[in-house]
């Protein structure tokens, strides 16, 4: 066990050189050292008038009250008045600068924007950087006629949120002059000159300009969370340094590594700006936890019921894991009820809840009630939340991972790295003193755990960068300025995949089908689907279809219901797969008016099928706006699943006689979900959307197909067998009879044919 402090206050600076003179950076370092040494005199000459105004006029009235034989103690008391009277303004002076936010004493410092291309920010939690530098750009003037300033976050929860805040304090409405842009939503207008967006809406962009030209200042905040979209923009933020001269980058971090950044942003010089934090206990247990969420819950309670007022924070893995946890909290705070404990009001979070449900854990709980969050690795540096006193972290989080050997992705649960065990631990020293429960020993904290996370460019498949980067001009990848290059292996299978999808040619340059797919914000295979749709007049269907999988849990379980939820459930069930059952789900919804009554009578979450409802209205915007015409194919199934085939041909699996499925690919053992519609139904050829590894590698949104399509959509990949000659497997089931030199030819066979 052991207690974090305060971080000390200091500044400090590169190495010389770089692409920026040394004086500039002198004069910005001098205007911001004069705002801590102002604050330091500030406080000195406040005592010294005090003492000083009370010993004068301490003197001056007992001289006059002496001659007047008046008593010494109304001397004393009418010079403390006279010298408090002097003190307080002085005093209030002082306070108001201790309280500001400790980026507001860099704000009359604007040199180093006007004469720098590039600064990095190295930032202590809670200095304000995201929701004060944008502010303190704009009020400077640096803003150019009809550009605006531009602030990525790696989430569009963090987007939303943080634009919300920015424009309360602005003084006007979200979508006005501060406005935000997350993935099949815009909220901004003409007006807009502060702009929030997700890193992927950025890199959108930059496909359409590469030079961003309607930028003046882009500010990549979070940068430590190193996501594919930021470490691409890293290197055409870069390039765009070097062809404008009018343009400014900001990188900001909570935890990174800041010499790195420095010399691969030109050598530039780091200013680190403090942190208004408060002590931190760890606590660790003594054994590892065999079930974590079990453990995590019972921390809770224990907290609730023990530990004084403040709210609690747990990190959980994902949305599947929070509900059922929120689930559990609730039932258990009801078998509580007896004992009268104090209200507790649990709040799930996660990417996927809808905007209203987010912001309600900023609310503060009312009086007499604790609150308790329950959040994945969003709420480590993305969001922040006032009250929180303790912190719950498992060590765990789910993430993407990509084998290159295999060629397949999976959502794997992984340990956490030491860098965001120490993000979520700060989560609890916002508001005062707080406490961290770790779920796991120290020593597997100090070895186990690695220093910071693996890029997340390094561990995940980039067939979707690869395609936005040959769409932007850039062939040669691995010669790109990738600050931590990706492995080769992975560059290759994207750019075979992509070759595969018809996306490249065979000199790897950018086809027609390719520069279409890539105008989609969205995995190329999903894109492809929608393109071949139009070919085979499904598009409506394949459009809906896209839009309910961007969404997550359709379908809600109460525990108290499990049976009629299974039931009702089953119910959209449909022979051709979960494709098509989530196309049959939103069209019941579309039948009875989009009610919410209907949705909650067949346990049906209404909030992601409105979010369903929201991409899809987004999805028939870009179809129109590249004059793709949408086309229904009412029950004909069979166009939808060959187009949902003509995308993820390299998800084919088939049955495995002995138990499961085999990949086509490279032979990989899967599983279909028990949650899936063909979980009991064991069709022999099927094609998957999403693999997910638990405790076995599980199948999720499979869609049942036809062998002989394969070939027709993926000539380069498959080809028909040779029906003359038998494959291994055939060869070694085939029956070798045994020789009887006294029976007639062909006598052993079974059947009627003889030869």
């Not at 809406?201 to 030209?213: F, H, Q």
């Not at 049959?584 to 919804?589: N, S």
Request: aromatic share 12%.
């Amino acid at each position: 066990m052991y207690v974090y402090g305060p971080p000390s206050l200091f500044l400090s600076c590169g190495s010389e050189g770089g692409c920026v003179s040394l004086p500039t950076y002198v004069s910005t370092l001098e205007s911001i050292t004069f705002f801590f040494f102002l604050r330091s005199s500030l406080v000195f000459i406040s005592l010294t008038t005090f003492f000083l105004s009370f010993s004068g006029s301490y003197l001056f009235l007992f001289s006059c009250f002496s001659s007047l034989s008046l008593s010494l103690s109304l001397s004393l008391y009418l010079s403390l008045f006279i010298s408090l009277l002097l003190f307080l303004p002085s005093l209030l002076i002082v306070f108001l600068l201790l309280s500001f936010l400790p980026l507001s004493f860099f704000h009359s410092s604007r040199i180093y924007l006007s004469l720098s291309p590039f600064f990095f920010f190295s930032s202590c939690r809670f200095a304000g950087k995201t929701t004060q530098m944008t502010q303190y750009i704009a009020e400077a003037g640096l803003i150019g006629s009809g550009q605006m300033i531009g602030c990525t976050q790696p989430r569009r929860v963090a987007a939303i949120s943080v634009a919300k805040r920015v424009a309360e304090e602005y003084g006007c409405r979200v979508g006005q002059e501060v406005g935000y842009n997350i993935r099949f939503e815009d909220c901004t207008s003409p007006d807009t000159i502060i702009k929030y967006m997700t890193d992927g809406m950025l890199l959108r962009e930059a496909l359409m300009d590469s030079s961003l030209k309607r930028y003046s200042v882009v500010m990549l905040d979070e940068a430590h969370e190193r996501t594919i979209s930021t470490d691409v923009l890293f290197g055409l933020l870069k390039a765009c340094c070097r062809q404008r001269s009018d343009f400014k980058l900001i990188v900001t971090s909570a935890t990174l590594d800041a010499e790195k950044f420095s010399n691969y942003f030109f050598n530039s010089h780091i200013f680190t700006i403090p942190g208004r934090t408060f002590p931190v206990e760890i606590l660790y247990t003594k054994e590892p936890e065999a079930d974590y969420v079990e453990a995590a819950l019972i921390t809770v309670l224990q907290i609730h019921l023990c530990e004084p007022p403040g709210d609690i924070l747990l990190f959980l893995t994902g949305q599947e894991e929070i509900d059922t946890a929120c689930q559990t909290l609730h039932e258990r705070m009801q078998k509580l009820e007896s004992t009268n404990p104090p209200p507790l009001i649990i709040l799930p979070v996660y990417s996927a809840l809808p905007s209203e449900m987010q912001t309600m854990i900023f609310d503060p709980p009312p009086p007499g009630c604790r609150k308790c969050v329950v959040a994945t690795n969003i709420a480590e540096a993305s969001l922040t939340i006032d009250g929180i006193y303790f912190v719950v972290d498992p060590g765990f989080a789910k993430m993407k991972m990509y084998n290159p050997k295999t060629g397949m992705d999976s959502l794997v649960v992984a340990p956490i790295s030491q860098a965001n065990a120490r993000q979520r631990a700060g989560r609890a020293g916002r508001t005062g003193p707080g406490k961290c429960y770790r779920l796991y020993t120290e020593q597997a904290y100090r070895c186990e755990m690695l220093p910071t996370a693996v890029p997340e460019i390094q561990r995940t498949n980039l067939e979707n960068t690869v395609l936005l980067l040959k769409a932007m001009g850039v062939n040669d990848m691995l010669n790109f300025d990738f600050m931590d290059p990706p492995p080769v292996q992975t560059l290759i299978n994207a750019l075979e995949s992509l070759y595969e999808l018809g996306a490249l040619d065979d000199e790897g340059l950018l086809t027609r089908l390719g520069r279409k797919m890539a105008e989609f914000p969205m995995e190329p295979q999903l894109s492809k689907m929608l393109l071949t749709s139009v070919d085979l007049k499904c598009s409506d269907e394949i459009i809906t279809i896209v839009s309910m999988l961007s969404v997550q849990n359709v379908f809600y379980r109460p525990k108290d219901k499990q049976a009629m939820s299974d039931q009702k459930k089953s119910c959209f069930h449909q022979p051709e797969g979960d494709h098509v059952t989530y196309l049959e789900i939103y069209r019941a919804w579309q039948r009875n008016r989009f009610s919410n009554s209907w949705c909650y009578e067949n346990f049906v979450q209404s909030r992601a099928l409105r979010r369903a409802q929201d991409v899809r209205k987004q999805l028939i915007t870009i179809m129109d706006r590249y004059k793709l015409d949408v086309i229904s194919a009412g029950k004909d199934y069979n166009r939808i699943r060959r187009c949902i085939c003509a995308g993820y041909f390299r998800h084919a699996c088939r049955v495995d006689p002995q138990e499961g499925y085999r990949t086509l690919v490279d032979h990989t053992q899967v599983f279909l979900h028990p949650s899936s519609a063909l979980y009991n139904r064991h069709p022999e050829w099927i094609i998957y959307h999403e693999l997910v590894l638990t405790t076995r590698e599980y199948l999720r949104d499979c869609c049942t197909i036809e062998p002989q399509w394969l070939v027709e959509v993926a000539p380069k990949l498959f080809k028909l067998a040779d029906q003359q000659r038998l494959s291994r497997r055939k060869m070694r089931e085939r029956i070798e009879p045994l020789y009887d030199r006294f029976a007639e030819p062909n006598a052993w066979r079974l059947s009627k044919r003889r030869g």
